[in-house]
């Protein structure tokens, strides 16, 4: 099964940026859609950004929360799948983890996300 590491994360203030990236064992082409996803404390893992790949390009998709300050891409050459995050604020505090779409049973380390107020 392919290996997943997530890095990038780390400490932040309030309003700034950060850049997650997921790079993987094998080729990233064999799966349609690849995610971001976060989990953080006291809570469920959710999906907070997805990208498919089709004929002619990418499709991003965000959890409303996130839309119109995180932005997933992917490079299947590379076998990478990045998440730029920009105006963080505290409830984006959590765990990030890459995996596909939907995800296997099996996940990364993580790479922490937190948010200073």
């Known amino acids: 099964q392919v290996q997943l590491v997530e890095s990038g994360g780390g400490l932040v203030q309030y309003g700034g940026s950060l850049r997650l990236s997921c790079t993987a064992s094998d080729s990233i082409s064999n799966f349609w859609r690849m995610g971001w996803y976060r989990q953080a404390p006291g809570k469920q893992r959710e999906l907070v950004a997805r990208?498919?790949?089709?004929?002619?390009?990418?499709?991003?998709t965000y959890e409303d929360s996130v839309k119109g300050r995180f932005t997933i891409s992917r490079d299947n050459a590379k076998n990478t799948v990045s998440l730029q995050m920009n105006n963080l604020n505290p409830e984006d505090t959590a765990v990030y983890y890459c995996?596909?779409?939907?995800?296997?049973?099996?996940w990364g380390q993580g790479t922490q996300v937190t948010v200073s107020s």
């Open positions: 990208i498919t790949s089709v004929t002619g390009g990418d499709i991003p």
């Open positions: 995996n596909k779409y939907p995800a296997f049973d099996s």
